[in-house]
């Protein structure tokens, strides 16, 4: 059965850090990654998607990186920004249907 | 495109009552996904269509649950009778999938269910 992973949790860091969120998953069969972004009462938003074949994708400051041998993804926020604050999800694309599996999400808070 | 359009935004009902919640997905997309967010379990998915056709509702909680999709531009998930258990913020989400596409996904507002 296919477990996505995001650790911590929580994460706190100061406006203009460098930071890097993981999302980690046991089954290598994958057909994409994607993330999402979740404000809060919100939806999701679809940040960047990587197919199974690609190794990363970027977005102006984003960019996630995808390893399906270690079964690893990264989502990487360069000069972190308050408005950044938010809960950041991976989920993972199987091969059929397009069904996707969410890890737990990572909430993000970026302070002045 | 406007989006993933879910309806209504907020419901709060009794116990027993009967509970529709409605979803557009997005012009042209033909996949549509039914997710269950709560603080305890996060994002679940009930259920998800193809080209109108339920592929998989192993997700869906018990036969108090249902959903239909009788054309590609209309979908609902219904709980009759409901439950306090139920009260959970409910997303309707549209992909376009084929063997050649990215599948990337778009999630509606969501529909916030509180069941006293």
């Known amino acids: 059965k296919q477990e996505v992973t995001q650790i911590p949790a929580a994460l706190s860091v100061p406006e203009g850090e460098n930071l890097v969120l993981n999302c980690s998953f046991t089954?290598?069969?994958?057909?994409?990654l994607q993330w999402f972004r979740q404000d809060p009462g919100k939806g999701l938003t679809s940040l960047l998607l990587?197919?199974?074949?690609?190794r990363e994708q970027t977005s102006g400051r984003l960019n996630a990186s995808l390893d399906k041998s270690s079964g690893r993804s990264t989502l990487y926020i360069a000069a972190s920004q308050p408005g950044d604050s938010a809960t950041y999800l991976c989920?993972?694309?199987?091969?059929?249907?397009?069904?996707?599996?969410f890890g737990q999400g990572t909430e993000l808070s970026v302070k002045p | 495109d406007a989006g993933v359009i879910q309806s209504p935004r907020h419901e709060v009902t009794e116990m027993g009552q009967e509970v529709t919640l409605r979803c557009k997905p997005i012009?042209?997309?033909?996949?549509l996904f039914w997710y269950r967010q709560t603080m305890m379990r996060g994002l679940e998915l009930l259920i998800y269509?193809?080209?109108?056709?339920?592929?998989?509702d192993s997700g869906m909680p018990e036969d108090r649950f249902s959903a239909k999709m009788p054309n590609a531009s209309f979908s609902t998930l219904k709980i009759q009778p409901s439950e306090p258990r139920d009260s959970a913020v409910y997303f309707c989400?549209?992909?376009?999938?084929?063997?050649?596409?990215?599948?990337?996904?778009?999630f509606g507002e969501g529909s916030r269910l509180t069941v006293l």
């Open positions: 012009s042209g997309h033909n996949s």
């Open positions: 989400a549209s992909s376009h999938w084929t063997s050649g596409s990215t599948g990337e996904l778009f």
């Open positions: 989920a993972l694309g199987r091969n059929q249907g397009g069904k996707l599996i």
């Open positions: 990587i197919q199974s074949s690609q």
């Open positions: 269509f193809n080209n109108n056709v339920p592929i998989d």
């Open positions: 089954d290598s069969a994958i057909y994409n």
